[in-house]
């Protein structure tokens, strides 16, 4: 018989180590006989593509970036994801509509409202990870110290972010794993969580 396919995110700001733990989490499941697809949003789709430029260049108005990111998500879902989970495989991304929770929700959007959005055709995952770290931390390993007006206005919205993301805990399918640890504690802390789905 098929193994049913899992749904793993991994989220949280910049810093908290989301893509070295997606990968080793990917590594251990693949020791364990499962397929893994591992990916990421913004992805690298065209809108994805988009959302990274605009980052480089200037950022798109709070309106298309929303947008944006709906459409790229999309995509990944009827492309890459919902594929492989109807393939029995493990999907393990790096961020997804929590994100956008987050980070939209820090720009002005209500968080309860995105979430609404996405949940008409996004998959609600089987376990979501929320690497929390303390913005001080997250800052410093990102290699800013939030003194300089445009670093304290990141700092600022990284903290709204951190707050959303935690009021994700009490969901039933959400853990938040203390990533202040080192890469080899959280990532034992991952396997452990992950035995338990
Ligand atoms: P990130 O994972 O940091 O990519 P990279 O390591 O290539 O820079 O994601 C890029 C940024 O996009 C990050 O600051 C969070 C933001 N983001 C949103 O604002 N909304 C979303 O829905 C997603 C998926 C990401």
């Not at 990968?23 to 499941?29: A, I, P, T, V, Y």
């Not at 309106?63 to 994801?81: A, C, G, S």
């Amino acid at each position: 018989m098929q193994k049913p396919g899992l749904l793993i995110i991994l989220e949280g700001i910049d810093g908290t180590g989301k893509s070295t733990q997606a990968k080793r989490l990917g590594e251990w499941f693949e020791a364990r006989g499962r397929e893994v697809v591992l990916s990421r949003e913004p992805t690298d789709g065209p809108w994805g593509r988009k959302l990274r430029e605009s980052a480089a260049t200037g950022r798109l108005s709070p309106e298309d970036e929303l947008e944006y990111f709906l459409k790229d998500r999309r995509q990944h879902v009827e492309e890459v994801i919902q594929p492989a989970l109807d393939a029995g495989k493990v999907v393990i991304l790096d961020r997804y509509y929590f994100s956008t929770m987050a980070y939209q929700g820090a720009r002005g959007f209500d968080p309860a409202e995105i979430r609404r959005k996405n949940e008409e055709f996004a998959p609600r995952p089987d376990l979501l990870v929320i690497l929390d770290l303390n913005v001080d931390t997250a800052l410093e390993r990102i290699g800013a110290r939030g003194d300089t007006a445009n670093e304290f206005e990141k700092r600022e919205s990284l903290q709204r972010c951190r707050e959303i993301f935690l009021s994700l805990k009490d969901e039933p399918f959400a853990r938040v794993v203390d990533s202040g640890r080192s890469l080899d504690d959280v990532a034992a802390n991952l396997r452990e969580i992950a035995d338990g789905i």
